[in-house]
């Protein structure tokens, strides 16, 4: 029997029918565990983790089967809670791949602590804008009788503060500020004599 004559026998066909059908339950077989495996064409949705605590993130990623990693603390917002989620990578809404690691940046507890700068001796006219132009706030502004009318002390808390001291962003700094009040004092001091001395002359020349 030739060659070409053995490709049309009952035989030849029936294994090359079987060998078709194997093929076919092969490549069924691996295209199921590949989408089993590695999830192809499924997309899970972000879910949006603003303002939720790692323990409740962690609570909600599980369930979609998805990661986390914290990247870094951003600067401190009194909008959300403390150490909560203030920002995501990927955004939520966004359609990702199951076993996808959300990067996360995490509320701080507080402001960061900056040093008061020192603005003992300067006029209240400066020392204002250089506290706010730091970071804090003017509280209240007390006078004090003095010479001049430059910054005294400063107060934080009703306890004397002193300059260099490390206090959170937006912390209420009260300011003693000289009246200038004895200075006025001592130019009416010098005065008095002046106009004693020409009463006197007065005096004199009517004797």
């Given at each position: 029997?030739?060659?070409?004559?053995?490709?049309?026998?009952?035989?030849?066909?029936?294994?090359?029918?079987?060998?078709v059908v194997v093929l076919i339950v092969?490549?069924?077989?691996?295209?199921?565990?590949?989408?089993?495996?590695?999830?192809?064409?499924?997309?899970?949705?972000?879910?949006?983790?603003?303002?939720?605590?790692?323990?409740?993130?962690?609570?909600?990623?599980?369930?979609?089967?998805?990661?986390?990693?914290?990247?870094?603390?951003?600067?401190?917002?009194?909008?959300?809670?403390?150490?909560?989620?203030?920002?995501?990578?990927?955004?939520?809404?966004?359609?990702?791949?199951?076993?996808?690691?959300?990067?996360?940046?995490?509320?701080?507890?507080?402001?960061?602590?900056?040093?008061?700068?020192?603005?003992?001796?300067?006029?209240?006219?400066?020392?204002?804008?250089?506290?706010?132009?730091?970071?804090?706030?003017?509280?209240?502004?007390?006078?004090?009788?003095?010479?001049?009318?430059?910054?005294?002390?400063?107060?934080?808390?009703?306890?004397?503060?002193?300059?260099?001291?490390?206090?959170?962003?937006?912390?209420?700094?009260?300011?003693?500020?000289?009246?200038g009040s004895r200075n006025r004092v001592?130019?009416?001091?010098?005065?008095?004599?002046?106009?004693?001395?020409?009463?006197?002359?007065?005096?004199?020349?009517?004797?």
């Amino acid at each position: 029997m030739t060659f070409f004559k053995f490709l049309t026998t009952k035989a030849f066909l029936k294994q090359l029918l079987y060998a078709v059908v194997v093929l076919i339950v092969l490549s069924f077989l691996v295209l199921w565990w590949l989408k089993g495996t590695t999830n192809h064409g499924e997309r899970i949705e972000v879910p949006n983790l603003a303002t939720l605590s790692l323990d409740k993130v962690e609570e909600v990623l599980n369930e979609q089967d998805l990661r986390y990693e914290v990247m870094d603390s951003a600067n401190y917002n009194p909008e959300f809670p403390k150490f909560s989620v203030i920002e995501q990578i990927p955004k939520a809404g966004k359609m990702v791949k199951e076993d996808r690691k959300i990067y996360l940046t995490l509320n701080p507890s507080g402001y960061r602590k900056i040093n008061v700068p020192d603005v003992l001796g300067k006029t209240l006219r400066q020392a204002e804008p250089t506290l706010l132009a730091t970071g804090f706030k003017i509280g209240k502004i007390s006078k004090r009788p003095h010479i001049s009318d430059q910054v005294l002390e400063m107060r934080y808390k009703g306890e004397k503060l002193e300059a260099g001291t490390e206090l959170q962003k937006t912390a209420v700094i009260d300011l003693i500020v000289g009246d200038g009040s004895r200075n006025r004092v001592q130019d009416t001091a010098d005065d008095d004599p002046q106009d004693t001395s020409e009463t006197t002359n007065d005096d004199n020349d009517g004797l």
